[in-house]
C-alpha cells in the first residue's frame, strides 16, 4: 500500500464505486441469461445500463477539484509473486470517458429496442460484458489489469459485427479483430518492457520514472501503433468504414463513442508522460498525420452517398482534432482533445442513432434513398439538424467548443498548423450540410423521393421511445456547448499536472523538423504583419 499513498487520495466514499460499476453490468448479464421473455429482456437490460450510470454519478458529483491524484481508489491484492495487484482510480481524464461509457449504454439498448431481432439475449449479454470491459479500461491503474480489460472488449464488439452485423459482417469482423490485435500485441510488448525496466506495473509510478531517450523511443513508437490503429489515425483508418457500415446501431455507437477514445486515452496516458523526450521529437510527424486524418477523412466523408460511411469517415476527421490537440503539448490543446472526444461521443453516437431509427423504416443508408423527409417526418429531422450542425462545431454546440480550442492551441504553437487544420472544420461544415440538404429537402435533382412501404402509408415520425433516446444527446449537446466550464474545471489540474510531466521530461534540442515548423511560422507571421 505504501507505494500507491503518494499517487492517490483515500476514497471519500463508503462503498468502493469503481469496482461496482465494473462488476454490475457482469452480474445483470449472467442473471439475463436466465430470462427467456425477449421483452423482459429488453426491460432488464435497460434497468441495468440505467442503475450503472445512476451508480457511476457521484464520480461526478463527488470529484475533487483541487488535486491531480488519483481519486475513488481501490486496492486488492492479486498477484503478490510479481506485485501485482487490482488498482483501480481515476483523474480529471479518465472519469469524463467513465460518465461518457455509462451515459451512453442504455442508449445502446434502447436504440436496439426494435432494431435486434434474433438472439437478443445473447446480444444483451455482449452488450453488458463490453460495458464492465470498457469502465475497466479507463479506471485501471495497472497496466496488466489496462491491458486484460483492452483485450476483454476485443471479442464482444467482434461478436456484434459477426452475429449482427451487415451483408459484409464477415469481412468487417475480420479486418476489426486483425488490425485491433495487431495493436494489442505492440501494446503487450511495451508493458512487458516497462516492467522489466521498473518492476512495477502501477501506472502512476512508471509516469515518473526516468527512461532513457532511446528505450522512450521504443516504447512510444509500440504505444503509438497500438493507440493510433484504436483511434484510428491515418493510414491505419481503414477498419473502421467497413466496422461501422456492418456493424448493428448499437456497436457502431459504441465503436464511436467510447472505443476510437481508448486510443487518445492511451496517448494521454502512457505516451505523453512516460516518453516524454520521444513524444516531443516525433511530435512533428503525429501532427502530420492527424492533420492528414482531418483532411483525408472529410475529404472521403464529402463523396459518400451510405450515410452511415459519410458518418464513419467524419470520425476518422475528427479524431484527427483528438491527436492534433494531445501532441501540441499546451493546455487549451490537450483539453480541447479531451472535450472533443466526450463530444464526438455525443454528437456521432447521435447521429449513427438516428441513421439506425432511419434505416429501420426504408431499409436503406443510401441519400437518395432517404431524401426529402423533412414533411414526412419533421420531429426526425429536427434531431438530425442539430447532431449535424454539432458534428461540424456551430457555435452554441458541445463540439464547436472542443474544435475552438483546438485551433486556438494550433494557432497559439504553429499558425501554419491552424490554417492547415482550418481545413478539415471547412469540409465538416461542407459534408453535413450537402446531407442535411439532401435528406430533410431533396435530391441534387430537385425531386423528392416518395417512401412508401408495401401498404403505400408514409413514414412514421419518431415515436416516444425514440424521441427520449435522442433528448437525452440534445441536452448534453447544447449545455456542453452553452457551459462547459464544469468539465473543463473538473480536467484543468490533471492537464496542469500532465504539461508539468511532459516539460520536465523534455531535455532535447530541437530536431530539424521542429526548427522547419518555427521558421515557417515566422514566415507566417511576416505576412500577416506585413
Known amino acids: 500500500m505504501e507505494q500507491y499513498i503518494q499517487y492517490v487520495i483515500p476514497n471519500t466514499l463508503t462503498y468502493p464505486i469503481l469496482t461496482i460499476t465494473i462488476m454490475f453490468p457482469i452480474i445483470g448479464a449472467c442473471i439475463g441469461l436466465f430470462i427467456s421473455n425477449e421483452k423482459i429482456l429488453k426491460y432488464w437490460g435497460l434497468f441495468i445500463t440505467f442503475i450503472t450510470a445512476t451508480i457511476s454519478l457521484p464520480l461526478y458529483t463527488h470529484f475533487n477539484l483541487d488535486t491531480a491524484k488519483y481519486q475513488f481508489f481501490e486496492m486488492y491484492s492479486w498477484f503478490p509473486y510479481l506485485n501485482l495487484d487490482y488498482v483501480v482510480g481515476v483523474d480529471g481524464i479518465s ?11 442504455p442508449l445502446c439498448i434502447l436504440c436496439s429496442w426494435s432494431y435486434i431481432k434474433e438472439r437478443f439475449k445473447e446480444f444483451l449479454f455482449v452488450l453488458l460484458i463490453m460495458e464492465s470491459a470498457m469502465v475497466g479500461v479507463f479506471v485501471s491503474l495497472n497496466t496488466i489489469l489496462f491491458f486484460i480489460f483492452w483485450e476483454a472488449m476485443l471479442v464482444p464488439m467482434y461478436l456484434l459485427i459477426a452475429v449482427w452485423g451487415g451483408p459484409r459482417k464477415d469481412y468487417a469482423s475480420i479486418k476489426f479483430f486483425m488490425y485491433t490485435l495487431l495493436g494489442s500485441i505492440f501494446l503487450f510488448v511495451s508493458i512487458i518492457s516497462l516492467y522489466i525496466q521498473t518492476k512495477t506495473f502501477f501506472i ?10 532511446s528505450f522512450q523511443m521504443w ?10 490503429i484504436k483511434v484510428p489515425m491515418f493510414p491505419f483508418h481503414t477498419w473502421l468504414p467497413a466496422a461501422h457500415v456492418e456493424a448493428p446501431t448499437a456497436g457502431s455507437v459504441i465503436l464511436a463513442s ?6 487518445g486515452y ?20 503525429v501532427i502530420a ?15 459518400q452517398n451510405d450515410v452511415k460511411k459519410l458518418i464513419a469517415y467524419s470520425s476518422v476527421g475528427h479524431m484527427g482534432f483528438v491527436t492534433l490537440g494531445i501532441f501540441l503539448f499546451n493546455d487549451e490543446g490537450i483539453k480541447g482533445a479531451i472535450l472533443q472526444m466526450v ?28 431524401s426529402a423527409l423533412g414533411m414526412m417526418m419533421p420531429m426526425y429531422v429536427t434531431f438530425l439538424v442539430i447532431f449535424s450542425l454539432s458534428s461540424f462545431g456551430f457555435p452554441g454546440t458541445n463540439s464547436f467548443v472542443s474544435e475552438f480550442l483546438v485551433l486556438f492551441a494550433a494557432f497559439k504553437k504553429y499558425k501554419v498548423i491552424g490554417f492547415i487544420s482550418t481545413i478539415g472544420a471547412i469540409l465538416a461544415a461542407t459534408y453535413m450540410l450537402r446531407l442535411v440538404q439532401k435528406m430533410v429537402w431533396a435530391d441534387s435533382d430537385g425531386h423528392a423521393h416518395h417512401h412508401d412501404d408495401s401498404h403505400h402509408h408514409p413514414l412514421l415520425d419518431l415515436n416516444s421511445r425514440e424521441v427520449i433516446t435522442l433528448l437525452v444527446l440534445v441536452v448534453f449537446v447544447f449545455w456542453i456547448g452553452l457551459n462547459p466550464t464544469p468539465l473543463l474545471k473538473i480536467m484543468d489540474t490533471t492537464v496542469v499536472h500532465l ?20 521558421n515557417l511560422d515566422s514566415t507566417i507571421n511576416t505576412i500577416i504583419t506585413f
Open 219 to 228: 516504447i512510444f513508437l509500440a504505444f503509438t501503433l497500438a493507440f493510433a
Open 258 to 263: 467510447i472505443l476510437l477514445k481508448m486510443g
Open 343 to 370: 463530444n464526438h461521443g455525443i454528437t456521432t453516437g447521435a447521429l449513427f442513432i438516428c441513421v439506425g431509427i432511419i434505416y429501420e423504416r426504408t431499409h436503406s443508408r443510401e441519400i437518395k434513398d432517404n
Open 289 to 303: 498525420f492527424s492533420l492528414m486524418s482531418i483532411i483525408f477523412g472529410g475529404y472521403l466523408a464529402l463523396g
Open 95 to 105: 472519469v469524463l470517458l467513465v460518465l461518457l461509457t455509462t451515459l451512453v449504454m
Open 204 to 213: 502512476p509510478a512508471l509516469m515518473d520514472h526516468t527512461y532513457s531517450f
Open 266 to 285: 492511451g496517448f494521454l496516458r502512457f505516451c505523453l508522460p512516460m516518453a516524454p523526450a520521444a513524444s516531443y521529437y516525433c511530435m512533428p510527424y
Open 499 to 518: 504539461i508539468n510531466q511532459i516539460s520536465s521530461g523534455m531535455s532535447l534540442p530541437c530536431t530539424p523538423v521542429h526548427a522547419q515548423l518555427m
